[in-house]
């Protein structure tokens, strides 16, 4: 009886979908502005690396995407989301961030010959940190490093800022200091008020100050320079749009928080374990997601960052 069944068994499980694909959400946030809101936990092979937050412009002559995930699977979720909105086409892509599932599936894009576009000094850290991008990648969505499939902007810019007219739609491509990443750019629409910030901002879950790449004293100088263009619509890098105040609560402020800290602990003379151990115990930022596995990693960066000053 087993030996007939066996076959069968094994059959349906072959042909059984795959995990259900994920599915992003839309977010509108001016008459011409949405936000693509990815997963908000880990990269998956469900979610193909799209645990991020990107967006689009509608124009008079087609789609401007801003960010392009983190592979073909996930640029193609973003292609169908926008499809949900507008029967436009995607006419250019634009890169503002660094790490991988910010722009890691421009391939799809070029290869459908629609330009992309970033500024130099962006594409410059983008190559620096192609290596650990793609391990920190195909550790989440599974497969080789070397298979992914890495395409650099077509079209590059000089220095720090780019203004650029697409179908009667102003925008400024800003870079304004490291941040997450070094060499996170912001897309800023001045008519609009809206600002993609990419990584400086993360909405709803903790951000991460990550060893030997994000700089917390850049970063907090960098988010403040953000907060100069006034911005009344932001579109994080993760987590949901908001407006400038909930951006500050749930990043500025935590950056603020990290620096005076851990200062005080310094000039105290308080060791790094003491440190960690106390700062740890202050709720303050639990309302954020991932505050367990953060909090304490970023206090102690923290402090070897501000210890080696
Ligand atoms: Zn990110």
């Not at 839309?26 to 967006?55: C, F, H, M, W």
């Not at 603020?256 to 308080?270: G, P, R, Y």
């Not at 990693?297 to 402090?303: D, E, F, K, S």
Request: with cysteine.
């Amino acid at each position: 009886m087993l030996a007939k069944l066996l076959p069968a068994a094994f059959c349906l499980f072959l042909f059984m979908p795959s995990a259900q694909a994920f599915e992003p959400v839309t977010a509108k946030v001016t008459e011409n502005v949405y936000a693509i809101v990815g997963e908000s936990g880990d990269r998956t092979p469900e979610n193909q690396g799209l645990n991020v937050t990107s967006g689009f412009i509608i124009t008079d002559a087609g789609v401007v995407l801003v960010d392009s995930a983190a592979t073909e699977g996930s640029a193609k979720m973003l292609e169908t989301t926008v499809k949900t909105v507008t029967d436009k086409p995607i006419i250019d892509v634009i890169n503002i961030g660094v790490q991988d599932h910010h722009w890691m599936g421009n391939s799809y894009f070029l290869e459908q010959k629609i330009p992309v576009i970033a500024l130099a000094h962006t594409v410059e850290n983008q190559h620096q940190q192609e290596t650990m991008n793609r391990m920190r990648l195909s550790s989440g969505i599974g497969g080789k490093p070397e298979d992914l499939k890495v395409e650099y902007a077509s079209e590059t810019y000089d220095g720090g800022e780019k203004n650029l007219t697409i179908g009667g739609v102003e925008m400024s491509l800003l870079y304004l200091g490291d941040a997450h990443f070094p060499g996170d750019a912001v897309l800023w629409l001045p008519k609009e008020k809206v600002v993609f910030t990419g990584d400086i901002v993360f909405n709803d879950r903790m951000l991460g100050v990550l060893p030997d790449i994000s700089n917390v004293k850049d970063w907090q100088a960098t988010f403040k320079k953000v907060a100069e263009l006034k911005p009344e619509h932001v579109i994080p890098g993760h987590g949901n749009p908001s407006d400038w105040m909930t951006a500050q609560k749930n990043t500025g402020d935590y950056l603020d928080w990290l620096v005076a800290e851990v200062s005080k602990s310094l000039e105290e003379m308080e060791d790094l374990g003491d440190t960690v151990k106390r700062l740890s115990a202050d709720e303050r930022f639990n309302f954020l997601q991932m505050h367990e596995a953060l909090n304490g990693r970023n206090i102690h960066q923290t402090y070897l960052q501000l210890e080696a000053e």
